[in-house]
């Protein structure tokens, strides 16, 4: 600490050094080994039920993933996945946001069931959605068959198609809230004067969004895009319970495959392989979020 | 003080750790398994009935003296935190294991034969060979019988009577047409349920199936027969497929659903049919829990050829691990669970079946009134028996690769019942399986 | 364009407005109502066909049941029962304290990059977030085999350090953003006024920056309270299973009722969502300062 007492630039590094330090200890005792190991892991033969055959293998698992066929498919469902949950993510927490952003009677209100899907442990939402999906006595079947849109209790759950899209939307009812919650902050803040301008203009309501609104909100979508991204690449809990990534290999999300591999199949090696892959993409993902935005001029980490 | 190799471990995962920190970490640590000193057995299984496990255990430590801290796993994930647990270093003394998983947690190192240990031969000879041969690997005996139970047709003699069918069937045909007939009477709309949600878990009733028809899936080097010299599994597919999908008898529903909520199907009587463990029925029976109560009967497992008849047995038992510091001690909680008592009975054996039905190993138990008194309570002496006599356990648990290819034969089932995958193309991806699993794994 | 008198124009805003809000209403709640109504019914209602939308002979008895459970109930998968009530203090314990050391740590670094430029900050942001995309699953064996080391499995300590270590990197990018919108000229004041750096964040910028925490503190809490798999990994008794891994135990057991898991569901979300109310306004405002501009 002795740099404080010194020039600016020399103190403000050491300052913001000595700030850092404590998240950074956390993090660095309590996950930074973890994941390095789990990348040195992931250059290893390595199956917990028989430590003999443990050997290093530099980049094989990476490369026998070229022709593993369920890390093929499981990636497949995972990028449609994530792109069903992300598209429709956005698309419903956009819109809530902005009917949020409307002064109306009752919106503390729709506010506050906005929080709740929030507050419920995805397994939880896993075993809710189960008994609303039910084949025998699910609310889902008794609702449409009471609005007469069906005439016979069906199981959802049971063609692939059928299981994937009803996952989804499982998940995403999930993890609306936080989304909303983002974008509706970043509504808040768009100066008033911006839409009286605008309405001078005599803009239309869609011109009016896609002039002054998105604009305003490309920071917030940002951050909505990465956080959605990773947790739909990740969402393992709600299809766990829900479908167990049947029927068929419908629903083997990446991250369901891995948490298979490594916990049944107990191929530690395997699955680090796995869970490495998974995070470049998130990376990449990422970073080409964090590009698009840059080149409209309007980007600060 | 000898180093041993949970020591080693815990040593080597802290050298992992935090090598310049461990000094500091080794004084906070507070590891308590086995270490404390009085004897104490660390001992774990999965959830099933932990109130009565634990009754069971006071009354073991009351009798003993031996002290036993005994922790509950959820069944769901109990191989996982098992496998989680030795791999730390922090395993329990003695458990319970699947014989599914007994191959791989003796490679794993987890577990210590019993061979020469007191009363172990006795308990060998007093078992059926079948049990005995699912508890031993590469010649060596490694457990104590928990329970073992066979797979059966389990029927609701109710529904049947309503239909006009008078006996349970002997051939698939038959079980399909019965199944039509109690469709079109209208009593059900899918007479017929098996729990086909993916799960960790076997599917029993499969297994139960290709080996009611005389049929296997390896022969006994471990190869694929499925696919070349075994037309069983194909046609039990094709069965499949067709009581699925064209007359319709399966209840699609089964793709979402696990054992217990076809246990409450058949309970509610929303169900005719099912395969699953004998031990089932006494639930079904019991009037306290099901609406079915009185109305289930057993059979054997309906065959191609109504012929031949077999099926599929099971064996759980409890286990002593290799690193423990309570040896004598593990191995005298061990004698009370699955071993004889000082009168040579099985104490506690007899104790699960008469509080639970769960199926014995120990020959002398079928003659034992008190157990034949209970046992027709919920089914038929006769049958019961029977079952036990052509039960064979699967003669693919001892590779390592075998969870591998259970849950990928949960998919290809999945695919005929959903009419995905046709049954020629299901037995060849499977052999293609075994192929892939097998070079993987050398 | 035909002339309208003002008061008979009709006001499609408003109608689109109040269509959209109940259409969003119904789809927020309704899932969560059909678990709330099952927990007040008997076993037979909730699963009769047709559906009872209104619990016919309400009863508490689900929920009374986890505090005493019935001979019934304990004699058929009692467990998951007996373990809820604890299981809803841990989580309570775990999460409360997951916010508190996560706005301690967080308040720190975020304050750094809000306030001061220093080499290598953002190469440090973008670490930190990548510490988040690697999957859990990749660390949970060795994160296992640490907490062993440390004996610390079945502790609150076990999962609040791996919930911190989750929460971290974005409750930092949370308030990053809002202490950046806080005007620097409040500090200065206080500086001016000879205060020392910390009671001048203590007095002058933390009250301010208020809304920021508390989103953090928030997010912190939810994090927390929802995390299933390293709870099942590091717990195995009732003396520190959380919430999820009960509820988890509900869909495997032997024997669950209907009912009785769903009056555990509705138990799992109330105390977050009684926080999430409770700090409604606040937790608006704090996402909304910095997440336009950066």
Known sequence: MAGLAERRPLGDNAKAWALNAPAMTVIALLVAYPIAYSFWVSLQRNNLKRPRAKQFIGFDNYQALLSDQAFLSALKVSALFVLVVLGLTVVLALILALVLNERFRGRGLLLSLALLPWAMPGVVNGLMWRTIFDAKTGALNGLLTQLGLIDGYHAWLTSGTGAFLFTALAQVWNTLPFSVIILLAGLSTIPSELYDAATVDRAGAVQRFVQVTLPWLLHPLLIVLILETMNAFRAFDTIYVLTGGGPGDATTTIALLDVQTVLTFTDFGLGSAYAWVITAITLLISVGYIGLLYRKGNFEV | MELNRRQILKYAGLGLALPAASPLLAACSNDKSGGTGDGSVKFEGWDYEAALVQQNLDNFTKTSNIKVNYTPITSAQYVQKIVAEFTGGGGPDALYVYDDSLAAWVEGDYLQPLDGMAGVDEVYDAIYPGNAAAMTYQGKRYGLPYYTDSNCLTYNTDILAKAGIKKPPASLEELEAQAIKIKNAGLLQYPIGVPAQLSDTWWSWVWALVFGSGGNMFDDQQAPIMNTTDTVVKDVFAWLQQAANKSKVIDPACLQLLAVPIDNAMKANRYAYTIGARYASRDYNDATKSKAAGKIRMALIPSLDGQVHGTVSNTRLYALAKDTEVKDNAFKLLTYLGGLDADKKPYTAKFWFLQRGLGFAYKSMATDPEVTASLKKFADPAIYAHLGEIAKPRNVLGVPWYTEFEIELHKVVQGVLSNQTQPSAAVASLAQTVDTLKKKYN | MVKVPLRYRIPWKKIVLYVLAVAFALYLVLPFYWIVAMSFMHEVDAISVPPHWIPVNPTLENYLGFLHPSEAQQLVGGRAIDETPYSLRNSLIVATSTAVLNLLLATFAAYSFSRLKFRGSQVLLVLYLLTRMVPGIAIIIPFYLLMRTFGL?????????????????????????????????????????????????????????????????????????NEFMFALFLTSTKAAKTIPVVAANFATDFNTQFTVMAAAGVLAVVPPLALALLFQRKLVQGMAAGSVKG
């Open chain 3, 153 to 225: 499995l079945d502790t609150y300590l076990a999962l609040i350090l791996s919930y911190t270590t989750f929460a971290l990197p974005i409750t930092i990018w949370i308030l990053k953003d809002f202490f950046r919108s806080v005007p620097r000229e409040l500090e200065e004041a206080a500086r001016v006024d000879r205060c020392g750096w910390f009671r001048a964040m203590w007095s002058v910028f933390l009250p301010v920056a208020a809304p920021g925490l508390v989103a953090a503190a928030v997010f912190a809490f939810m994090t927390a309270w």
